[in-house]
């Protein structure tokens, strides 16, 4: 648009668009944003309008005429035959204005613009104001390579889908398609020939960013933020009587340059129309009056006002040379972050929290409940820093000019007292923004860590870096915070408070509706909504904007942190939301934290009260209360390191003793955690694996295998409720545990009413295995007999009881959850014996029985040979006892 306005020496122009047709909005409103940065243009009149509310169109183009005769309107093709036909009413159409409107190409969508005939006899009216009527429209395609491709489209649409173009063209998208595949040819053959991956994605699509490639369309140009630069035609109507239109120039997007085609100049009523009257817009440039007293008058008048210009030239430059200087930063995107810039940290002892702390807050479903919840923010490693990352919930990102404009200022702001932007990167899976990074965390962290003792200077110190801060940010282009509250007061190492968080308010809006939608209409958390300012507080979330007196207000709920040491509103009974009604609706008494009566330093209690007033007018502004703390912290320090060494040797006791607790916690911890270890794993295997060591799997020759079951469990799990059948388990299991401690054996697990036992691994014991496991067995027997159920008091516990010895491998399966595993032909055995053995009896295989042999005492009773599943017949035996 620029470079068609410039072809024609027009700088001055009036854009109206329609603002309930989200398309002509974002066109209209993106054209205004775009002439008022651009240095040659001059700034553009902006006139969106609704249709359901304009009683008169006049008024549009009234408007529109003191400030400009070239009008780009953006709207459908009614509208526009509308607005023509009160622009010919009205004395718009004499050749002096020109209409500049969009149409990218022919559709029902819009209305056809070139096809305004109605017969309702504004035809005549209509035709004489398209007389200064220019169409942008997306360009002709006549090339070689269009033309045969367009063919092509047109056989398959016939042969494959059974559709007929006719005489439309082939839809410009289709074009635009068939360009992207040849874009990500090329792509793919340049990172082949570099040797680069072709499954990193996000790479492969950057290949051609900033460049231009052959297409079908023609060159094909592609802009730093991988846009498509659209290649388009100026219309214009030839005569009014055959109402025919011509091509009269074309912009080319790879060359950025508009050129008329020669030989089809532009039809105009009356000439080309001047971009400024002779008169100006207002008639402020003639002089009329004949008096030579009065023209005396106007000529000294007039002389003094060009010497005023000619001082003000020099601001004026000054100014434009600022604004150019803004325009080079914008497109020169040295904010815009990479990918492959940002290595995150690994693992949750490299993040850092947002809020160390943990906040309790009574939520609103439920006032007993409590909402615990640790805020983490993550850390990186960006431009050799460590930085702190903010993800985004954002699906898309639109770099707009407002949006580069924000990120721009952002860039530009300097001061000890506030994180420094660092960046944003835009990836589709990673998009983020980037900030400085302050180790000691929050102010909020501070205050609520008891182990650190916050003396009145130290308070002092804070709120006056606060202060600094929000003075330096209102005094910005960024103009204020918005977001204001402790947890966005962060401590860097050097215990220098720094305000986070500020700035980018239409990106971190657009952020806040996404994260809307994903929490059904309701805020993520209602709980930092306790440091916004009820005027805001009566705004709809997602539309929440900020204001200077606004951070007033927040600042005036931190000072009652700092001076209270305690969180907002922490002496209320009320749940979040019941505070942010009352908030948000007062009734009669304006509701505020309370204020002790003996709290320690009167002045700051006064300060809060001028702070947190209603009436955002009756505020103080940051000056004023830059004054008042000045002069509450009379014969104080002003500087935080000179507090902090004077409590080094205080703060050295406290910390002292706080890793003396901790340490002690920690151990007591650590040997809880390693019992429960044992108990799952091996105490010999389980410090293999404490040492990082990887255990692996061992054969052992012999051991003895115990298992045994519950009899007629299924018909007790059917009887009784779950809760019993847990509870029976567990006391029965309790004491089985009881009872193998005190033999040398291992328990490998229970599942349901099985329970299996090892002796003889990790640690070999000879031939013991078989003789442990036997005693164990009789034990165990013993204590199963006299169990009484609980639920079932009349019942006596009947268990079976198979053993058998022979060779097994062994070894820990499992990463998340590691399990000392037992296999091989011997655990099949073991468990035949328990499927084949009788209530409260002990069935033993020939090989087991042949090692006790070795041991006097037991007493043997011969079964005879039995079918075994999978073993065929083999020889058994019951052990019955042991002679004392």
Not at 87 to 107: H, K, N, R
Not at 466 to 475: D, E, F, N, T
Not at 741 to 761: P, Q
Request: glycine content about 6%.
């Amino acid at each position: 648009m620029k470079a068609i306005m410039l072809s024609y020496h027009w700088k001055h122009t009036a854009i109206i668009y329609d603002s309930s047709y989200i398309f002509f909005d974002y066109a209209g409103k993106n054209l205004v944003q775009d002439f008022r940065l651009d240095g040659e243009m001059a700034r553009p009149y902006d006139i969106p309008f609704d249709p359901s509310k304009v009683r008169d169109y006049y008024d549009l183009l009234d408007e529109a005429k003191a400030n400009a005769r070239v009008f780009v309107i953006f709207c459908n093709a009614e509208i526009l035959r509308d607005i023509l036909w009160r622009a010919y009413e009205t004395g718009f159409t004499d050749g002096d204005f020109v209409f500049i409107t969009m149409e990218l190409f022919p559709s029902d969508w819009l209305g056809y613009y070139r096809e305004f005939l109605r017969g309702d006899g504004k035809d005549a009216g209509v035709t004489k104001a398209y007389e200064s009527v220019l169409i942008l429209t997306l360009r002709h395609l006549d090339n070689p390579e269009y033309l045969i491709f367009a063919e092509e489209v047109k056989r398959i649409a016939a042969q494959d889908f059974n559709y007929v173009f006719g005489d439309e063209e082939v839809n410009y998208f289709i074009t635009a398609f068939y360009d992207s595949v040849i874009y990500l040819t090329i792509a793919i053959n340049k990172t082949l020939e570099e040797g680069g991956n072709l499954s990193d994605g996000y790479t492969l699509a950057r290949k051609l960013w900033n460049s231009s490639f052959p297409g079908i369309t023609g060159i094909v140009a592609v802009d730093a933020l991988g846009n498509r630069i659209a290649d388009f035609d100026l219309i214009d109507m030839m005569s009014p009587t055959t109402r025919q239109f011509q091509r009269v120039g074309s912009f080319l997007g790879a060359t950025l340059t508009y050129k008329p085609l020669t030989g089809k100049d532009i039809v105009w009523p009356n000439g080309l129309p001047m971009d400024v009257p002779r008169c100006g817009f207002k008639d402020e440039l003639c002089i009329t009056n004949t008096d030579p007293l009065e023209n005396l008058k106007i000529i000294a008048g007039t002389t003094v006002a060009v010497l005023v210009l000619l001082a003000v030239a020099g601001v004026a430059g000054a100014f434009f040379y600022r604004k150019m200087k803004l325009e080079s930063e914008i497109w020169k995107m040295s904010w815009l972050l990479t990918r492959d810039q940002i290595q995150m940290r690994k693992g949750r002892a490299n993040d850092s929290f947002l809020s160390k702390s943990m906040l309790t807050v009574q939520t609103g479903e439920e006032n007993s409940s409590l909402f615990e919840r640790h805020v983490f923010t993550k850390t990186a490693i960006c431009k050799g820093l460590t930085v702190a990352v903010r993800h985004l919930h954002l699906k898309t990102m639109d770099l707009n000019r407002e949006v580069m404009v924000e990120f721009t200022e952002m860039q530009r702001l300097h001061h000890k007292n506030l994180a420094m932007f660092v960046g944003v990167c835009q990836d589709p899976e990673f998009r983020v923004v980037v900030m400085e990074y302050c180790p000691r965390g929050s102010l909020q962290d501070i205050l609520e860590n008891s182990s650190i003792d916050l003396d009145y200077s130290f308070r002092y110190s804070l709120i006056w870096d606060i202060v600094q801060g929000m003075l330096y940010l209102q005094g910005s282009s960024v103009g204020y915070h918005g977001r204001l509250s402790s947890t966005n007061c962060l401590i860097d190492s050097h215990f220098q408070l720094k305000l986070t968080d500020y700035g980018l308010h239409t990106l971190y809006m657009m952020d806040r509706k996404e994260e809307m939608k994903g929490a059904n209409g309701t805020c993520f958390n209602t709980y930092k909504l306790l440091w916004v300012a009820p005027e805001h507080l009566r705004e709809s979330h997602e539309y929440m904007k900020g204001s200077k007196k606004g951070d007033v207000y927040s600042f005036a709920i931190i000072l009652q942190e700092i001076t209270l040491r305690s969180p907002p509103f922490d002496d209320c009974t009320l749940t979040v939301d019941e505070l942010l009604e009352k908030l948000k609706n007062p009734n009669t008494e304006i509701f505020r934290p309370k204020i002790p009566v003996d709290i320690f330093d009167k002045g700051l209690g006064y300060l809060m009260k001028e702070c947190w007033c209603e009436s955002p007018n009756e505020r103080l502004t940051f000056p004023e209360i830059q004054e008042k703390v000045r002069n509450l912290r009379v014969g104080r320090s002003t500087n935080i390191m000179d507090n902090l060494l004077q409590r080094m040797s205080q703060y050295a006791d406290n910390l002292e003793t706080l890793v003396t607790e901790r340490t002690e916690a920690y151990l007591d911890e650590k040997k809880r955690a390693e019992e429960l270890l044992y108990r799952l794993i091996p105490s010999s295997v389980a410090k293999q694996l404490q040492l990082g060591n990887s255990v692996a799997p061992e054969s052992y020759s012999c051991v003895t295998i115990y298992f045994s079951d519950i009899v007629e469990f299924t018909n007790l799990s059917a009887t009784s409720t779950p809760i019993q059948v847990v509870e029976f388990l567990n006391q029965l299991y309790t004491a089985f545990d009881t009872t193998i401690s005190n033999y040398d054996v291992y328990k490998v697990e229970t599942i349901g009413d099985a329970y299996m036992v090892v002796s003889g691994l990790p640690i070999r014991n000879d031939n013991q295995h078989s003789r442990e496991i036997a005693n164990m067995s009789l034990h165990i027997r013993s204590v199963a007999s006299n169990f009484r159920i609980a639920h079932r008091p009349d019942e006596k516990l009947r268990i079976r009881i198979g053993i058998h010895s022979g060779p097994v491998c062994a070894g820990v399966v499992g990463v998340k959850m590691p399990r000392y595993c037992l296999f091989g032909d011997t655990v099949n055995t073991a468990s035949r014996m328990e499927s084949n053995s009788m209530p409260l009896r002990i069935h033993m295989s020939s090989s087991t029985k042949s090692i006790l042999d070795q041991f006097e005492g037991y007493e043997f009773e011969e079964r005879g040979e039995i079918e075994i599943k999978g073993k065929g017949k083999m020889t058994t035996y019951w052990l019955n006892g042991r002679r004392s």
